[in-house]
């Protein structure tokens, strides 16, 4: 499958199968090769022998090592006047192919220019999601600069407790999403609260701790898709202890998604280490202490193993 890239006026191929070096990825210019008429005419073509044809781009055989005498081509065509491609099948034979199998290869262009306008319709998706978890982020930055970096390290050690969890690299990309999200919260808590110099009084502290709720409402607005569904509720969750001491709802050991125990112990880590407006950071060593002091009883014992595998602290 070959697409075109209008800033060269070329075609590379996307993907390749068969014989040959597949890895290496071939340029065809529009204007000098087989491949780039039929990419011009937006006409299917069989060529019974490619050594007969002027246009024949032998710098691509000499790349890959694999001479094609029998090619049969068709366009990938997005609506009918828009090409982007082209899908080819070649063989070392000459006339290896007859005017059945260019029909057949026509209709699997068609649904190659369906599937790729799928895939792009689901990237662009993707990408305004992760704008928009930008855009939070960007909104709680410009309330306390000091949150934006903590989301931002829950995010990387979130994932990295999964990933020594041996989660699959798409719970990973879910919990980096969540660890960005799951102070959002913190939007709603008085200025004069969040940035305090000093330590808390028992009043802030409770306005503090309706950040958990406030993610929570927040982020129950977005409709998520199945992928990213649940981060609402795992984002409230953050601060829940497996003895039922959390908040906000104190909610005990089962009542606890895993996701959830992910998060609180790279959350809980973090805050440790980095400095608040109030108190310096502890050393690794000093947090890791205190999380061990925490388990099994608050945090999730195979959830700290993860961190300190992660951490390069533990076997
Ligand atoms: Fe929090």
Request: aromatic residues 8%; charged residues 25%; hydrophobic residues 40%.
């Amino acid at each position: 499958l070959f697409l075109h890239d209008p800033a060269s006026d070329e075609l590379w191929s996307c993907a390749t199968q068969g014989p040959g070096d597949s890895k290496i990825t071939l340029r065809l210019p529009v204007k000098q090769s087989l491949t780039g008429r039929v990419f011009r005419t937006h006409q299917p073509l069989c060529v019974k022998d490619s050594l007969t044809e002027e246009e024949f781009f032998l710098t691509a055989v000499v790349v890959n090592g694999f001479l094609p005498r029998s090619m049969l081509m068709a366009p990938v065509l997005k609506s009918p006047g828009q090409c982007i491609g082209v899908v080819q099948v070649l063989d070392q034979q000459v006339n290896a192919f007859d005017a059945d199998d260019l029909a057949l290869l026509e209709a699997i262009a068609t649904q190659v220019a369906i599937t790729l306008d799928n895939a792009r319709l689901y990237e662009a998706q993707k990408r305004q999601f992760a704008s928009f978890v930008r855009a939070f982020s960007a909104a709680l930055d410009a309330r306390d600069p000091l949150t934006a970096i903590h989301s931002i390290n829950v995010a990387n050690y979130a994932m990295g407790i999964g990933y020594f969890l041996g989660l699959a690299s798409e719970e990973l990309e879910w919990l980096r999403m969540a660890g960005l999200l799951h102070d959002v919260g913190k939007i709603g808590v008085r200025e004069g609260v969040l940035t305090k110099p000093g330590q808390l009084s028992d009043e802030e502290m409770n306005q503090m701790r309706q950040h958990a709720s406030y993610s929570f409402r927040i982020l129950s607005q977005i409709e998520f898709t199945d992928e990213y569904r649940g981060m609402d509720h795992v984002a409230a969750a953050h601060h829940e202890r497996l003895d039922g001491s959390g908040y906000p709802r104190g909610l005990s050991d089962g009542q606890i998604s895993f996701k959830a125990r992910i998060l609180a112990v790279a959350d809980v880590f973090d805050a440790m280490t980095q400095d608040r407006h109030y108190r310096k950071g502890m050393s690794m060593e000093q947090a890791l202490a205190e999380v061990d002091r925490m388990t099994p009883h608050q945090l999730d014992g195979d959830c700290v193993v993860a961190l300190k595998r992660f951490l390069g602290r533990g076997g």
